[in-house]
């Protein structure tokens, strides 16, 4: 879990943060904080799906559920078998 | 009645904060022809004021050149005002069959199809020719236009970060499985005035079976030696599969676009694209006059010589005088100022010192990145452009903002 966290703080950081001295944690809100926007969520779950072999169907593939990287992989744990 | 006061007090709240946030737009009126010099109506109700004009996409000045004004006169005479009708039921003339021709031979393509507008074109093209099987992969500084054709086509849509190319790379492998891939980007940025880096993108393109958009809006007409665009600055004529441009701006100024490429696409559109579907026809009057616009630049070379000089001139200028500019060689130079307020007041400025160049702030460009974005054009005179300069230097030493950085200008006004 620790190291998924990592993982998808790393890609979040460098797929969406513009500002190098922006600083971000596993709870920062990422959907309500304005860092990532509904076009670039799509890539995001996409990144999962291909990175951990899951298949997250769109209805749970929610704003809510995507605003911060504890949400995701908490997320993404309940699709890895 | 309908319009009751609450629903007029909902929208009055929602344009008094739109001023609050001081992003009101307002017009000013010009009272003569679109040209280097002009007569403006700033405030209206205020005397005319006779200024240069720095700020409009009359890149080559044709847009009141007298051969075009002669042959949209033509036009009228002989195909009339208007056709009532879109293009494929009573709409379509011998002349624009004559003009989608000429592009096809102008832009080094297979085929191509006229809309109403560029704009018409980006908003049509993508659900002509994509499902929700494929994916757009767009560059994050596309103009608004290609955002809302995406927006309106069931495909996937991501984007890689500006002129990244190997963030490119990494999007066409995320997305290595969908049935078609589409690369979307501007030829020449409208807002910073750089050129996407074609010749790069083409070979990814190739290498991940993926096909390349282009809109050349501002580029059509002066960037490549023969002004053919940007994929002939890039060296990739006949490699891009959709252009799309604009004929409002150098290429006349009036209105109307197309898309250009392959010819099976051109025909997905012509069969499918709405805008083309329900949109009026091009009036023969602008037809007319964009015909006589690609026969003035097939000729010759002399308008696009004379901007590439221009600009040269201008950028040169306004570098040695100290002031930040965007890097690039197009005729779209940005003069960065940062601070939203700032980049107003400027423009004011140089108002009053008869010159016409507007600040763009957050929304229009990202937040702290204010500036004045100044155009070009072959209709301005070096007389025209040594005036400007002046003025700007004039300006430039009243808010003292000349040899100063980037960081030093924020550390002043802000960001």
Not at chain 1, 30 to 50: A, C, P, T, W, Y
Not at chain 2, 8 to 19: F, P, Q, S, V, W
Not at chain 2, 367 to 376: L, P
Request: aromatic share 8%.
């Amino acid at each position: 879990m620790a190291e998924m966290k990592d993982i998808v703080l790393q890609y979040v950081i460098n797929e969406y943060l513009e500002d190098e001295d922006e600083v971000l944690s596993y709870d920062s809100p990422l959907i309500s904080g304005g860092i990532v926007d509904s076009f670039s969520m799509v890539s995001l779950k996409r990144f999962l799906e291909n990175k951990y072999k899951i298949s997250i169907p769109d209805d749970k593939a929610t704003p809510e559920a995507f605003d911060t990287v504890n949400k995701i992989c908490a997320l993404v744990n309940e699709y890895i078998k | 009645m309908a319009y009751s006061d609450k629903i007029r007090g909902i929208y009055t709240g929602t344009l008094n904060e739109i001023k609050e946030k001081g992003i009101f737009k307002q017009e000013r009126p010009i009272h003569s022809a679109q040209a280097a010099d002009i007569e403006v109506e700033f405030p209206m109700g205020s005397d005319l004021k006779k200024v240069i004009n720095m700020c409009a996409n009359n890149y080559l000045g044709l847009s009141s050149h007298p051969d075009v004004i002669k042959a949209a006169h033509a036009g009228l005479d002989s195909r009339g005002y208007g056709m009532s009708s879109v293009r494929f039921i009573c709409g379509t003339q011998d002349i624009h069959k004559e003009l989608e021709a000429k592009v096809t031979k102008f832009l080094g393509t297979e085929d191509t199809i006229l809309f109403p507008s560029c704009m018409d074109a980006n908003a049509g093209v993508f659900e002509a020719i994509l499902t929700a099987d494929d994916v757009m992969i767009s560059d994050r500084l596309v103009h608004a236009s290609i955002i809302d054709g995406m927006r309106l086509c069931a495909a996937l849509h991501d984007t890689f970060k500006h002129s990244d190319m190997a963030h490119l790379e990494e999007k066409l492998q995320l997305h290595a499985d969908k049935r078609l891939k589409v690369v979307i980007t501007d030829g020449v940025f409208s807002m910073d005035g750089d050129t996407a880096k074609l010749d790069e993108m083409v070979a990814l393109c190739e290498k991940y079976d993926a096909m390349l958009f282009v809109d050349e809006s501002h580029s059509s007409g002066f960037i490549g030696k023969t002004g053919r665009g940007t994929h002939e600055k890039c060296g990739v004529v006949g490699k891009i599969d959709i252009i799309t441009t604009t004929f409002g701006k150098a290429l006349g100024g009036a209105s109307g676009g197309c898309v250009s490429g392959r010819k099976e696409l051109v025909e997905m559109c012509r069969q499918k694209a709405r805008p083309y579907l329900f949109s009026n026809t091009i009036a023969p009057v602008v037809v007319s006059g964009v015909n006589t616009v690609l026969d003035i630049l097939s000729k010759s070379t002399e308008r696009r010589d004379k901007l590439e000089k221009n600009t040269e001139f201008w950028r040169n200028g306004l570098a040695e005088a100290g002031f930040v500019l965007k890097e690039g060689d197009t005729p779209i130079v940005p003069v960065m100022l940062f601070n939203a307020k700032l980049s107003q007041d400027f423009s004011k400025a140089l108002y009053e010192e008869g010159v016409y160049a507007i600040g763009f702030f957050f929304p229009v460009v990202p937040q702290g990145q204010a500036r004045i974005r100044t155009q070009v054009s072959a209709g301005h005179e070096i007389h025209h452009l040594e005036k400007a300069l002046e003025a700007f230097i004039k300006v430039g030493k009243k808010f003292d903002i000349l040899g100063k950085t980037k960081q030093e200008i924020i550390a002043m006004y802000g960001n």
